[in-house]
T-cell receptor
Framework: GAGVSQSPSNKVTEKGKDVELRCDPI?????LYWYRQSLGQGLEFLIY????????KSGLPSDRFSAERTGGSVSTLTIQRTQQEDSAVYLC??????????????FGAGSRLTVL | GNSVTQMEGPVTLSEEAFLTINCTYT??????LFWYVQYPGEGLQLLLK?????DKGSNKGFEATYRKETTSFHLEKGSVQVSDSAVYFC????????????FGTGTLLAVQP
């Protein structure tokens, strides 16, 4: 597609429920990133995909968080047993994945998660 | 580890005022540096970038110069407009295996008419 698409744009859930957030990157972009933007804080890196593999999961805050990517395209971020502190905007970005020079990421509009 | 520090906001200016948003970084090696902007209700967009020391990135009247000696990448604009009101994020890419961006906490700019 023309841009990075994320769904849902807004999700309200109850504490303890599982949620899935979807990211559809720009066609041809091999690198895909998930970030979290919490109120009053910057962007926190969660996970990086190159193709379907995730060589850097260092930012996932707990084992309740997982992500996968299939077909080198769509990615799903899953949060199990949601907690109130998971409330944030979850951003997906993709790029051509250059190994040198400026790696320009294109971001989606984000999925706003509210855990009640 | 690599990190980015940018000035706290909010920054409130009158239209046509001069803007500076400070950004300094800590990194091993030679990172690429970026400014991203997030307009109200929109996603992050790349504003400008610089890939090596003394490079100047520029776009939409904004400029930033990669200063290795001071490890800085300050954002400037000579005359701001109301439409520049947004959150500005400084970031670096260390060019390592993941090429992920490390962001500052963001600076909210509010321009008043």
């Amino acid at each position: 597609g023309a841009g990075v698409s994320q769904s849902p744009s807004n999700k309200v859930t109850e504490k303890g429920k599982d949620v899935e957030l979807r990211c559809d990157p720009i066609s041809g972009h091999t690198a895909l990133y998930w970030y979290r933007q919490s109120l009053g804080q910057g962007l926190e890196f969660l996970i990086y995909f190159q193709g379907n593999s995730a060589p850097d999961k260092s930012g996932l805050p707990s084992d309740r968080f997982s992500a996968e990517r299939t077909g080198g395209s769509v990615s799903t971020l899953t949060i199990q047993r949601t907690q109130q502190e998971d409330s944030a905007v979850y951003l997906c970005a993709s790029s051509f994945g250059q190994t040198a020079g400026a790696n320009v990421l294109t971001f989606g509009a984000g999925s706003r998660l509210t855990v009640l | 580890g690599n990190s980015v520090t940018q000035m706290e906001g909010p920054v409130t200016l009158s239209e046509e005022a001069f803007l500076t948003i400070n950004c300094t970084y800590t990194a091993t090696g030679y990172p690429s540096l970026f400014w991203y902007v997030q307009y109200p209700g929109e996603g992050l967009q790349l504003l400008l970038k610089a890939t090596k020391a003394d490079d100047k990135g520029s776009n939409k009247g904004f400029e930033a110069t990669y200063r290795k000696e001071t490890t800085s990448f300050h954002l400037e604009k000579g005359s701001v407009q109301v439409s520049d009101s947004a959150v500005y994020f400084c970031a670096l890419s260390d060019g390592g295996a993941t090429n992920k961006l490390i962001f500052g906490t963001g600076t909210l700019l509010a321009v008043q008419p």
